[in-house]
């Protein structure tokens, strides 16, 4: 249980245009998602917090503009990078919360898209 | 300072070794701690979770906790080259703080 997919798990694209990723919960419902990107050899760092209905939080630094978050739906939650750069290449990986036993929230990772922008 | 310190390695151990990976913290806050594997290209696995200090035993896998020195860790026996990845510690009180992540490679 607890699967989360990304799709696509590998984009290629030209300088300007938009990219959408898509991640979805299999078997289970996420209120939050998450986006993350992470550079070779680097962590994860935290890009915005996805919450089903409502606009997502981002993080310090990170343009609202350029990263659309929506997340319609309990199992689906979409990244959209606006007019890529090179600059946005990158590892983005997203994940969904569930609660475990004990009251604990953990969070399920997708396997990842990455972004090569030309 | 950051949050949550993990030792980034790398680790270079051979086949069969105990390996031992350690995050220390600061934030007396959290409540839960995970670690997670990620190989390499793709995304974080959860391995293991816990929220109360002392032992928590899974296969050749143990957590250890210790919410008095703020030091988690954990014990990989008997390891595999499969167990070669990134190991990412993750604390959590409202959203989950990881570290580094150090990275493993167990050689044949």
């Known amino acids: 249980g607890a699967v989360v997919s990304q799709h696509p798990s590998w984009v290629i694209c030209k300088s300007g245009t938009s990219v959408k990723i898509e991640c979805r919960s299999l078997d289970f419902q996420a209120t939050t998602m998450f986006w993350y990107r992470q550079f070779p050899k680097q962590s994860l760092m935290l890009m915005a917090t996805s919450n089903e209905g409502s606009k997502a939080t981002y993080e310090q630094g990170v343009e609202k503009d350029k990263f659309l978050i929506n997340h319609a739906s309990l199992t689906l939650s979409t990244l959209t990078v606006t007019s890529a750069h090179p600059e946005d290449s990158s590892f983005y990986i997203c994940?969904?919360?569930?609660?475990?036993?004990?009251?604990?929230?953990?969070?399920?990772f997708g396997p990842g898209t990455r972004l090569t922008v030309l | 300072q950051k949050e949550v310190e993990q030792d980034p390695g790398p680790l270079s151990v051979p086949e069969g070794a105990i390996v031992s990976l350690n995050c220390t913290y600061s934030n007396s806050a959290f409540q839960y701690f995970m670690w997670y594997r990620q190989y390499s290209r793709k995304g974080p696995e959860l391995l293991m979770y816990t929220y109360s200090s002392g032992n928590k035993e899974d296969g050749r896998f143990t957590a250890q906790v210790d919410k008095s020195s703020k030091y988690i860790s954990l014990f990989i026996r008997d390891s595999q080259p499969s167990d070669s990845a990134t190991y990412l510690c993750a604390m959590s009180r409202s959203r989950l703080t990881f570290g580094e992540g150090t990275q493993l490679t167990v050689n044949p």
């Open positions: 994940s969904a919360m569930l609660r475990l036993a004990g009251d604990i929230d953990t969070q399920y």
